[in-house]
């Protein structure tokens, strides 16, 4: 099992910026696919990009462009810069590990807010 601990959330204008990151410990995560997804309220949780154990990445439409994932396996961590931000940006964030073999493992989340 991975734990999983997210930080960098806040509170933002619209247009601003955050870098969130996900710290893992308990395992190294350089097997697994790293995601990012966000729950806002009354909604569903959704994934807003990932990267695979080989650097690939594809992202939400709506985020394309603005966020950008990436892994530093040597330090366990995955980051999620987000660029012109907007307020339907605003939800929770939660880090996922995903094994190869399909066990899913998650963090407590991180709390964006973008005001308009």
């Known amino acids: 099992q991975v734990q999983l601990v997210e930080s960098g959330g806040g509170l933002v204008q619209f247009g601003g910026s955050l870098r969130l990151s996900c710290v893992a410990s308990?395992?190294?995560?350089?097997?697994?696919?790293m995601g990012w997804y966000r729950q806002a309220p009354g909604k569903e949780r959704e994934l807003v990009a990932r990267?695979?154990?080989?650097?690939?990445?594809n992202y939400k439409d709506s985020v394309k462009g603005r966020f950008t994932i990436s892994r530093d396996n040597a330090k366990n961590t995955v980051y999620l810069q987000m660029n012109s931000l907007k307020p339907e940006d605003t939800a929770v964030y939660y880090c996922?590990?995903?094994?190869?073999?399909?066990?899913?493992?998650w963090g407590r989340g991180t709390q964006v807010t973008v005001s308009s």
């Open positions: 996922n590990a995903r094994s190869p073999w399909g066990n899913d493992d």
């Open positions: 308990g395992r190294i995560i350089s097997f697994n696919t």
């Open positions: 990267i695979t154990r080989d650097g690939s990445t």
